[in-house]
């Protein structure tokens, strides 16, 4: 099951996304937005990212303007390694060596041909593994360790450390 989000940026993309996925027969679950009204991405991206993370979707494809705002707003839900690819290399690579979880995309800046190449390279391609899974690992200790820290420490004590 993939987790599909958008915006108003998105949302003519997402329809050719969801007709491509479904004539592949790939499941999935569209968290928003359903309109082309003016919304804010960092709703439907904390949705769709959640899904991920929590199991019940396998990765997620999230689309906007630029796929700039999608890629910061996902990436700040622990678990969650989005990519913005506007390129069949980089939708390749980041599966093969980050073992991207999301995958995010910019209407304005990507065709929807290209565009659907790319999310098949993306769902198509699984992680090499070996040297690539301890870099993954280490991204994970960052994210436990940045936690960890504004948890434990008082809010002036943050401050501090960020000076
Ligand atoms: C919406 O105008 C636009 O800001 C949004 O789709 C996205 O590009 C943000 O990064």
Same mark, same amino acid.
């Given at each position: 099951?993939? %987790? +599909? %989000?958008?915006?108003? =940026?998105?949302?003519?993309?997402?329809?050719?996304?969801? +007709?491509?996925?479904?004539?592949? &027969? #790939?499941?999935?679950?569209?968290? =928003?937005?359903?309109?082309?009204? $003016?919304?804010?991405? /960092?709703?439907?991206?904390?949705?769709?990212?959640?899904? *991920? *993370?929590?199991?019940?979707? $396998?990765?997620?494809?999230?689309?906007? =303007?630029?796929?700039?705002?999608? $890629?910061?707003?996902?990436?700040?839900? /622990?678990? *969650?390694?989005?990519?913005?690819? $506007?390129?069949?290399?980089?939708?390749?690579?980041?599966?093969?060596?980050?073992?991207?979880?999301?995958?995010?995309?910019?209407?304005? #800046?990507?065709?929807? &041909?290209? @565009?659907?190449?790319? #999310?098949?390279?993306?769902?198509?391609?699984?992680?090499?593994?070996?040297?690539?899974?301890?870099?993954? &690992?280490?991204?994970?200790?960052?994210?436990?360790?940045?936690?960890?820290?504004? @948890?434990?420490?008082? /809010?002036?004590?943050?401050?501090?450390?960020?000076?």
């Amino acid at each position: 099951m993939i %987790a +599909l %989000a958008c915006d108003h =940026g998105g949302f003519a993309h997402m329809r050719e996304l969801k +007709l491509h996925l479904d004539g592949r &027969g #790939v499941a999935y679950k569209d968290f =928003g937005t359903y309109t082309d009204d $003016s919304c804010d991405y /960092p709703e439907y991206a904390e949705k769709a990212a959640r899904a *991920v *993370v929590s199991g019940e979707c $396998s990765a997620g494809i999230l689309i906007c =303007g630029t796929g700039i705002g999608m $890629s910061i707003a996902a990436n700040k839900i /622990p678990g *969650v390694r989005a990519a913005l690819c $506007s390129d069949c290399f980089s939708a390749e690579m980041t599966r093969r060596h980050n073992d991207a979880n999301v995958l995010t995309l910019g209407a304005r #800046v990507t065709g929807a &041909g290209l @565009m659907l190449r790319i #999310v098949d390279i993306f769902l198509d391609t699984g992680f090499d593994g070996g040297r690539h899974a301890r870099r993954v &690992g280490m991204i994970g200790e960052l994210e436990r360790s940045a936690n960890c820290q504004d @948890m434990c420490q008082t /809010p002036t004590e943050t401050a501090e450390r960020r000076g």
